[in-house]
């Protein structure tokens, strides 16, 4: 048995709590949260206040850490790992060189594992980039996002003045997927790949053209995109638009032979109805490659590029061997 | 520089040595042949009689072993793994378990280091399958084949008397594909999943009712699918089926949740102009691997399933991290 402590409890450690039932190797200890715990339910597993963790380490194999990337992960992993195993979901892209080495020095001085940067993207999609490339080294990448909700940018339209509510779904554009596909090779930027539809409920009053104009021309956000406005009732995103799904989609096309006459595409596509169940069962599946890598003396700051595939799964190699390869 | 060896020279091995060509820290060092040594054309290297290789065992970091899984292999990878580190694409799923014991036992004790079965399926097919199924524990596996030729089929119509020459394509059903999609699990057989579309050229004066009935009805290879049989011209034949295209998808779907309520696809698809280039591709990423795993003291007979998938890649960690995680 695999004892997992939960580290933070918002939509991701409750996925975390939900996948370790389906992982009969793997037992949760506990939640650890810095409110109340009192204030804290979950689905079942005790809650202990944050601090605590550091008392049972001797209770814990693994922790997954389940903050944000923006102000929680880039303290509470290295400062974890000189306790525990740990297992986080950082994807910050532009700050995985210096997450990794942060949680490098603590994890190899106290003989720690951690696997950072583990979920979708990053995670399996940079599995597929990493696979993809390795096998056809003559080709070029394409990340196509969506159908999903970008709950970064659904937040953004939320504090445009006028604005009770927002959703915002990032779409990859049909034609740029057919381009990735054709063997081409087109450089396709972000904007022309995706496009973004927002649904949004105003305020009694508010200025709608305003407000679609404040959106359509929002740096970064919206600037560079196809960008549509819906406006809608409360209700409507309630009951329309509750969900929290994602996905997407890496293509690689590359070509072989003598005269490169051979065309060759890949793709790995995700089509998820739970972003954050989905990011919770990939780090569920790390927990246990990242216990076993420190029993085997593999210690420091790892990602899934450094974990023998295998170890992801709770069967044992002869059934691997028989059943899946 | 890894020192590659290509033990076998048809679609294969001439596959391995144009994949080196785009892997600048491999060097193809010559081909090995069981033919007379004059009458093999490489696209360059050297060739040497398939003898000459046990003397050369300074000279090759790794063999890329190229002959077939039915009787080639079984013999080669185990006699050749005393001698050298050794990758092979041993595709007899059935007899994996016993292939990887006697090439293990061999490797163990000459302190050398194997990685059999490696292409696309079993290879990156059976990675699909492995990372999904420990990511969502609770669902459904589907491995669709096609649209491509299957060489053992259209071997099989070949056979037929009255029939000069022919080739089959083993095509996914549409539907099946929408039910392994849709979240309900559906038990599907192969022959429900796939259909075979058959080009024959008939010998003059043969009688075309009866060859087509006896493929249709032959057991194991038609009799269980949706059978299409077309009668063309040798030079049609030649013209319009002369490659050797492949594919596939393997599919994923499970759910998530504390009643299952969300659903999740995981989908990788292959789309692939030329089989052989493309499962040499796989290897020879895989003979980068086996020589680092080799040198880190990790010998005996792997599989994809052991090899961290940065092993596969030519760039370093700092690179990886920062591009393509």
Same mark, same amino acid.
């Given at each position: 048995?695999?004892?997992?402590?939960?580290?933070? @409890?918002?939509?991701?450690?409750?996925?975390?709590?939900?996948?370790?039932?389906?992982?009969?190797?793997?037992?949760?200890?506990?939640?650890?949260?810095?409110?109340?715990?009192?204030?804290?339910?979950?689905?079942?597993?005790?809650?202990?206040?944050? #601090? #605590?963790?550091?008392?049972?380490?001797? =209770?814990?194999?693994?922790?997954?850490?389940?903050?944000?990337?923006?102000?929680?992960?880039?303290?509470?992993?290295?400062? &974890? /790992?000189?306790?525990?195993?740990?297992?986080?979901?950082?994807?910050?892209? /532009?700050?995985?060189?210096?997450?990794?080495?942060?949680?490098?020095?603590?994890?190899?001085?106290?003989?720690?594992?951690?696997?950072?940067?583990?979920?979708?993207?990053?995670?399996?999609?940079?599995?597929? +980039?990493?696979?993809?490339?390795?096998?056809?080294?003559?080709?070029?990448?394409?990340?196509?996002?969506?159908?999903?909700?970008?709950?970064?940018?659904?937040?953004?339209?939320?504090?445009?003045?006028?604005?009770?509510?927002?959703?915002? @779904?990032?779409?990859?554009?049909? *034609?740029?997927?057919?381009?990735?596909?054709?063997?081409?090779?087109?450089?396709?930027?972000?904007?022309? =790949? %995706?496009?973004?539809?927002?649904? !949004?409920?105003?305020?009694?009053?508010?200025?709608? $053209?305003?407000? *679609?104009?404040?959106?359509?021309?929002?740096?970064? @956000?919206?600037?560079? @995109?196809?960008?549509?406005?819906?406006?809608?009732?409360?209700?409507?995103?309630?009951?329309?638009?509750?969900? &929290?799904? %994602?996905?997407? !989609?890496?293509? +690689?096309?590359?070509?072989?032979?003598?005269? =490169?006459? %051979?065309? %060759?595409?890949? *793709?790995?596509?995700?089509?998820?109805?739970?972003? /954050?169940?989905?990011?919770?069962?990939?780090?569920?599946?790390? $927990?246990? $490659? !990242?216990?076993?890598?420190?029993? *085997?003396?593999?210690?420091?700051?790892?990602?899934?590029?450094?974990?023998?595939?295998?170890?992801?799964?709770?069967?044992? +190699?002869?059934?691997? &061997?028989?059943?899946?390869?």
């Amino acid at each position: 048995m695999i004892k997992v402590g939960i580290y933070g @409890y918002g939509n991701l450690g409750r996925g975390v709590e939900l996948a370790l039932r389906q992982n009969p190797d793997m037992q949760g200890v506990g939640v650890f949260t810095r409110r109340d715990p009192k204030t804290v339910a979950t689905c079942g597993l005790p809650v202990y206040s944050a #601090e #605590e963790a550091l008392t049972m380490q001797d =209770k814990i194999d693994v922790m997954i850490l389940c903050g944000g990337s923006a102000t929680d992960l880039p303290k509470q992993t290295p400062f &974890l /790992a000189e306790y525990f195993n740990v297992v986080d979901s950082f994807d910050t892209h /532009a700050k995985i060189p210096q997450h990794a080495q942060a949680v490098g020095e603590v994890a190899e001085k106290f003989g720690k594992t951690a696997i950072i940067s583990a979920g979708w993207d990053p995670g399996m999609f940079s599995l597929a +980039r990493l696979y993809s490339g390795a096998i056809l080294p003559e080709g070029q990448d394409y990340t196509f996002w969506g159908k999903g909700v970008s709950q970064g940018h659904s937040d953004a339209i939320r504090r445009i003045e006028g604005v009770a509510d927002a959703r915002q @779904y990032t779409i990859p554009m049909a *034609e740029a997927m057919q381009a990735a596909r054709s063997g081409e090779n087109p450089t396709l930027t972000t904007g022309e =790949k %995706h496009e973004r539809e927002c649904f !949004v409920v105003a305020k009694e009053g508010a200025d709608l $053209a305003k407000i *679609e104009e404040t959106i359509k021309n929002m740096p970064n @956000y919206f600037a560079d @995109y196809k960008t549509t406005v819906h406006f809608i009732s409360q209700e409507e995103l309630n009951t329309q638009h509750a969900g &929290l799904p %994602h996905g997407g !989609v890496v293509i +690689r096309s590359g070509a072989t032979g003598a005269g =490169k006459e %051979h065309k %060759h595409v890949i *793709e790995y596509s995700l089509k998820l109805d739970s972003n /954050a169940e989905f990011t919770a069962s990939v780090l569920v599946a790390c $927990a246990r $490659a !990242v216990q076993r890598m420190n029993k *085997e003396g593999a210690i420091g700051c790892k990602t899934l590029f450094d974990v023998p595939p295998s170890y992801l799964s709770a069967k044992p +190699r002869e059934e691997l &061997l028989k059943t899946l390869l």
